[in-house]
């Protein structure tokens, strides 16, 4: 597996990583403990060293699986996780709503080092920006758990290009994660070129359009209610129809290159900059094989040239997140 660097933090990881929360939360149903365990195991074997949890998936319960599923591998893989939601203390009913205060972050990084069984937290970064306390004081809690050797990169989720400049100002951030990906274009008109100003790594989390990318989601496939699919309005069967032509640009790439979809969509986002590190999330060994192959394709620039030539004729319908969801993001 290549390896890349988050910006100028010159923190390695496989160019490919692995997001853990679908083990867990919002994609249900949830594979076995067993067959989790060994799904992250079997991502080491293949060259990950990337791994993405969050205290709130779950809560809690991701990061206790991700930190006995990679117990064997501590010192060898970087894994991230997230603070920056108001959680009850027993995990009942999810988050209450957002809570950045330094207080609550020290508390989260207490928690999240003891389920992952770890000495530090290689990259903590802010869920989601919390508008009721001021970004410096979120860097500055950082910038004091760094100092004591708790953590080790500061990182940010969906924030703006104007918050990530003042977090930054205070305490260097190593990378940035939102989504991106062919069907989700918004960051390439202001959080990319901030964030190469910057020297800041760009982690994609959805890279292959929370499945649809994958080419096995078309418009008679259901979403059980449990599946947050189910109240995404881009995923109506109206705008699955709609979105099926990015689909099938994708696939007549993959002919031509013997690559499947989902294979074309994560090497476009590696051929985008050498700083970005795209994490899907599987709960299959066959699809992770399939994901981790996706490195290894080179996209020429007549390919690059194509797929953008293509996608600029196709408006992607439907929102990405519910209203209530979509008002979280610090854009």
Not at 41 to 58: I, S
Not at 71 to 76: C, D, I, K, Q, V
Not at 249 to 267: C, F
Request: charged residues 25%; contains cysteine.
């Amino acid at each position: 597996m290549q390896k890349r660097k988050l910006g100028k933090s010159n923190l390695e990881v496989s160019a490919l990583g692995l997001g853990c929360m679908g083990m867990s939360f919002s994609y249900k149903p949830f594979p076995e403990k067993h067959e989790a365990i060994a799904l992250l195991r079997a991502a080491v074997e293949r060259g990950v060293t990337f791994f993405d949890t969050a205290e709130v998936y779950g809560p809690f319960t991701n990061e206790e699986l991700v930190g006995e599923g990679l117990a064997p591998f501590r010192g060898h893989v970087v894994i991230a996780t997230k603070f920056g939601f108001d959680i009850n203390s027993d995990g009942t009913h999810g988050p209450k709503g957002l809570d950045s205060s330094p207080e609550r972050i020290r508390q989260v990084a207490e928690g999240s080092l003891k389920r992952l069984k770890i000495d530090a937290i290689d990259l903590f970064y802010q869920h989601r920006v919390d508008p009721k306390v001021p970004i410096e004081d979120v860097a500055g809690a950082v910038k004091d758990l760094i100092q004591q050797g708790k953590v080790k990169h500061f990182g940010m989720s969906e924030a703006g290009a104007k918050t990530i400049r003042r977090a930054h100002a205070v305490q260097p951030v190593t990378a940035l994660q939102s989504e991106y990906s062919l069907w989700y274009r918004t960051p390439e008109e202001e959080i990319i070129p901030t964030l190469e100003e910057l020297g800041i790594g760009f982690v994609p989390f959805s890279p292959l359009g929370k499945g649809f990318l994958t080419g096995k989601i078309d418009e008679s496939k259901t979403f059980d209610k449990t599946d947050i699919r189910s109240s995404i309005p881009r995923f109506t069967p109206q705008a699955r129809k709609a979105n099926q032509a990015l689909v099938d640009l994708l696939g007549k790439i993959g002919e031509r290159k013997n690559a499947t979809p989902a294979q074309v969509a994560l090497a476009w986002l590696l051929a985008q900059k050498p700083w970005i590190v795209p994490i899907p999330g599987t709960t299959k060994i066959h699809r992770l094989e399939e994901n981790v192959r996706a490195v290894s394709i080179d996209l020429s620039h007549d390919d690059l040239k194509q797929i953008e030539s293509a996608a600029s004729h196709i408006k992607v319908e439907g929102a990405r997140y519910p209203e209530h969801i979509e008002k979280m993001t610090g854009l």
